[in-house]
């Protein structure tokens, strides 16, 4: 199956914990990305890379860093987990290099419950 | 800074009936516009562009630059279109700026 995917489906967590989340894509895309879905839909970009490349939302944490082990994954990693944490977390890829946009896929979510 | 405004939360409609979700976005350049779409449990989907210029599942929508608007329409909303809809805009930093979003439910 060609996609986007992520690991876990679902991460509940105590508060000051450190998690991470794992996103891979067999697409053969060359940016990824990681965005935040609060309670109330709001879908926001927290991250974009590329080889050569990474775009950061000025209003994310320092908590939260993404790593790259290859074109392929994006890991999002959190440490000292915080109750407003808790979200939906999508992770997404698309060709993005030169030209219009392309369409970004996106993986199925990762809900973060923090307690 | 760029921005995207979707008004309205919730929208419901009969099925049958005309249905029209608003989308307004605020940019300084010339700016390329999407609506994505996610039906319940299932990931966020691309729905179209406005650069394609076509019809997807009966859907369309025309930018406006005078009004900057981006409105999605279909003339008889089917009980499958209820989903949430997110309009989207890509800027020169080549990031997706999301609207909040509108829960659109078609009534039998």
């Known amino acids: 199956d060609t996609a986007v995917s992520q690991t876990p489906k679902y991460l509940v967590t105590q508060m000051g914990n450190d998690k991470s989340i794992k996103c891979e894509q067999n697409?053969?895309?060359?940016?990824m990305y990681w965005y935040k879905q609060d309670s109330k839909k709001f879908l926001k970009i927290m991250f974009s890379?590329?080889?050569?490349?990474?775009?950061i939302n000025e209003t994310v944490p320092n908590r939260f860093s993404p790593k790259s082990p290859d074109k392929a994954h994006l890991n999002l990693h959190i440490n000292s987990l915080e109750l407003g944490d808790s979200a939906v977390y999508f992770c997404?890829?698309?060709?993005?290099?030169?030209?219009?946009?392309?369409?970004?896929?996106f993986g199925p979510g990762t809900r973060l419950t923090v307690t | 800074a760029q921005r995207v405004t979707q008004p309205e939360k919730l929208l419901s409609v009969f099925k049958g009936a005309p249905v029209e979700l608003k989308c307004n976005y605020s940019?300084?350049?010339?700016?390329?516009l999407f609506w994505y779409v996610q039906y319940s449990r299932q990931r966020l989907q691309l729905l179209l562009r406005?650069?394609s210029r076509e019809s997807i599942k009966g859907f369309t929508a025309d930018l406006n630059k005078g009004e900057t608007s981006f409105h999605l329409k279909k003339p008889f909303a089917q009980e499958e279109d209820s989903a949430m809809y997110y309009c989207?805009?890509?800027?020169?930093?080549?990031?997706?700026?999301f609207g909040s979003g509108t829960q659109l439910t078609v009534l039998p």
């Open positions: 989207a805009l890509v800027g020169s930093a080549r990031q997706l700026t």
């Open positions: 890379y590329n080889n050569k490349e990474l775009i």
């Open positions: 940019y300084s350049g010339s700016p390329e």
């Open positions: 406005h650069i």
């Open positions: 697409l053969g895309h060359d940016t």
């Open positions: 997404a890829s698309s060709h993005n290099t030169g030209g219009p946009f392309r369409e970004q896929y």
